[in-house]
């Protein structure tokens, strides 16, 4: 814990080359590596246990004790599971792909037109009606889930991956992370673009969005990762099978088969690590969109 | 004259362009107004009627929102029977009391643990070579970014009684045969609290931590290395350096990072739903579960909504009292 400022400032160590204190310090490094090495290992066990029960055959998953490692590693498990008339993954792939990807685009387009309007222009109630979007956040969705369903039943968009698209169009997030970028663009842009004759969507298009990459890019995989990712909501409005969303499926899945968790664990592989590799690889734009959130 | 030509055109022209600005501000604001009243206002002033109505969706009920007719106005009904404690009280009240001790006891747990272990884990990691650094974050991180539905399968088969790896590690450690059924065994209570919940909120925290990590690396590397130089040279012991700086410089986060903590424990489904569905005996039945089976598969969803309400008043209570608490101790 208090190993931050264990390392020892480099003026301090010309002062007093004390061998005993540089030898301590080592020893707390090599301690510090190893609590995080098997830290790392608990943290990752999981993961690993997931992916090679995935290989074992239906006789050893039952196995008591359990193997850990496959011991006739077999691909019969993916085999199953892509000929599986009833789990046409593809599908469901492509249920989620849709509306995650809709949703993604909707937030960005939103989240930047409106917190431009916000940031750059003064017209009454602009305060109460950013105080209303922001205040929506902090309503838990327990709450605007009843109504939200019977609105889209009331729409007939239930089993319409529309009805998971259209609710979500504005995200509140988006427009408050927007606004606070968009306000550090500078108005004199703006004002001789006006001045040149550009329209106000030319402006918004040309001038502002070009300048909004990074913040983007962030906004849109973490709601691409949110949308792919939600399973209550889905749950809800998609009750048809042909439309559910990969999570829905893989919990369906895994009651279907609750006795050969070999087959589950090789769904779950599938269902779960490709996206997984993608989130990871662009680990650094969500962690940064994340700390907008934790920060100040 | 020419030039009282040209200033009246320069004002129409000025004129014009406010014009276009106006109708800009208009044609982005007026349909988010528009979908916002639909999306969000109506929603929630919806949830807290509903909550005053005895409503299913399978009924017909007047044509203002169903409500009424059929789905007969109730008053606080609901809320009054929230607080029956009497032993006559009927089903769903006394599943309610269930789920509102499990989803406390599990908020509880959930957020000193939490910060107990990404705090210092942020700061571990943080002092470890630039190199390996990202090679730690993304191990704790990666489960973040995991569908918590593929997740709790895991942990399902991770804590399976015969086949599990859980209690294949015991048998490895002391040689003897376990069987545990720890998501599964209504017996097993660990200091008053049944293990299955344990085991969710272990799960829980095992998928959540990579977010709180992330933020409290990123706080401490806002923290000026000379400030700790500083008081290192002063004579300041690498505690106390941790103590009397880090940690106050660190306070905003903290109450910032619990509170949003909290409120997330406070609703999560996922978890819950996938690996137990709310057993054994609803020793891990959340209020959301509570209110999701209540609304979608008992079809009460006036109830529903009354429990939905008491979620957010927990929600908005709990924060605005986490925030004066930590507060009051950073300010001094």
Redesign the interface.
């Given at each position: 814990?208090?190993?931050?400022?264990?390392?020892?400032?480099v003026?301090?160590r010309r002062d007093e080359p004390r061998r005993s204190g540089v030898g301590r310090y080592r020893a707390s490094r090599g301690l510090?590596?190893v609590?995080?090495i098997v830290?790392?290992i608990v943290?990752?066990?999981?993961?690993v246990?997931?992916f090679l029960?995935s290989f074992k055959s239906a006789a050893e998953?039952?196995?008591?004790?359990?193997t850990?490692w496959p011991q006739e590693g077999t691909l019969d498990n993916y085999r199953t599971i892509l000929n599986d008339p009833e789990l046409p993954l593809w599908l469901f792939y492509k249920n989620s792909a849709f509306i995650a990807i809709m949703n993604t685009i909707a937030t960005l387009f939103?989240g930047s037109?409106?917190g431009y309007?916000f940031a750059k222009?003064e017209?009454r109630g602009r305060q109460a009606?950013f105080w209303?979007?922001l205040g929506?956040m902090?309503?838990?969705?327990?709450?605007?889930?009843?109504?939200?369903?019977?609105?889209l039943?009331q729409l007939r968009l239930l089993n319409n991956p529309w009805g998971l698209i259209?609710?979500s169009?504005?995200s509140a997030f988006a427009v408050f992370v927007m606004r606070q970028f968009i306000v550090s663009i500078p108005n004199d842009e703006i004002y001789s673009a006006?001045v040149d004759g550009a329209?106000?969507?030319r402006i918004y298009r040309s001038i502002v969005l070009p300048q909004l990459g990074a913040p983007l890019a962030t906004l849109g995989m973490l709601t691409f990762?949110f949308n792919?990712?939600a399973?209550?909501w889905p749950l809800?409005v998609l009750t048809q099978p042909n439309k559910r969303t990969?999570?829905?499926i893989?919990?369906w899945y895994?009651t279907q088969h609750s006795s050969q968790?070999n087959l589950?664990?090789a769904a779950?592989v599938l269902?779960?690590i490709p996206v997984?590799i993608v989130?990871?690889l662009s680990?650094k734009w969500?962690?940064r969109g994340?700390?907008l959130?934790?920060?100040? | 004259m020419s030039q009282a030509i040209e200033i009246r055109r320069r004002r129409r022209w000025f004129g014009g362009r406010e014009g276009a600005q106006k109708r800009f501000v208009a044609g982005v604001t007026l349909p988010a107004i528009a979908f916002m009243l639909v999306f969000s206002l109506l929603p929630i002033v919806w949830a807290f009627a509903l909550a005053f109505f005895d409503f299913s969706p399978r009924r017909a009920g007047t044509p203002f929102l169903g409500l009424g007719g059929n789905n007969p106005f109730v008053g606080l009904e609901h809320f009054r029977q929230m607080l029956d404690t009497s032993t006559g009280q009927s089903v769903q009240v006394s599943q309610f009391h269930t789920a509102l001790k499990v989803t406390l006891a599990f908020a509880f747990l959930v957020v000193p643990l939490n910060l107990a272990i990404t705090l210092p884990l942020a700061a571990m990691i943080e002092s470890v070579h630039e190199r390996v650094k990202p090679v730690f974050r993304t191990v704790f991180f990666l489960p973040v970014l995991a569908s918590s539905v593929g997740v709790a399968i895991i942990w399902v088969f991770v804590l399976h009684p015969q086949n599990g790896l859980l209690n294949g590690i015991i048998r490895a450690f002391t040689g003897k045969t376990t069987q545990i059924g720890w998501i599964t065994d209504a017996r097993l209570v660990f200091l008053g609290i049944p293990v299955a919940l344990i085991a969710v909120i272990v799960a829980y925290l095992w998928q959540d931590i990579g977010y709180n990590l992330v933020i409290f690396i990123a706080a401490l590397q806002a923290i000026p290395q000379s400030v700790k130089d500083a008081a290192r040279v002063d004579g300041a012991s690498a505690w106390q350096t941790f103590r009397h700086i880090t940690l106050p410089l660190l306070m905003p986060t903290i109450l910032l990072t619990s509170i949003l903590t909290m409120i997330s424990a406070f609703q999560v489904f996922d978890l819950f739903q996938v690996m137990t569905d709310g057993g054994p005996q609803d020793q891990t039945r959340a209020l959301s579960l509570d209110i999701y089976q209540e609304a979608f598969r008992f079809q009460k969803m006036g109830w529903a909504a009354a429990v939905s309400v008491v979620l957010f008043a927990l929600v908005f209570v709990i924060s605005l009292a986490q925030t004066r608490l930590l507060r009051s101790r950073w300010e001094y």
């Open positions: 814990m208090a190993t931050t400022s264990e390392r020892v400032p003026s301090e510090l590596y609590v995080l830290l790392g943290a990752a066990l999981p993961f246990w997931m029960s998953i039952r196995q008591v004790p359990p850990f939103t037109i409106l309007v222009f017209f009606l209303f979007i929506t902090m309503i838990p969705s327990q709450v605007t889930m009843l109504p939200g369903y019977l609105i039943m259209i609710p169009f504005i006006r329209s106000e969507w990762m792919w990712n399973y209550l809800i990969l999570p829905i893989l919990y895994s968790v589950v664990m779950s269902i779960v997984l989130f990871a680990q969500i962690v994340l700390t959130t934790g920060g100040k | -």
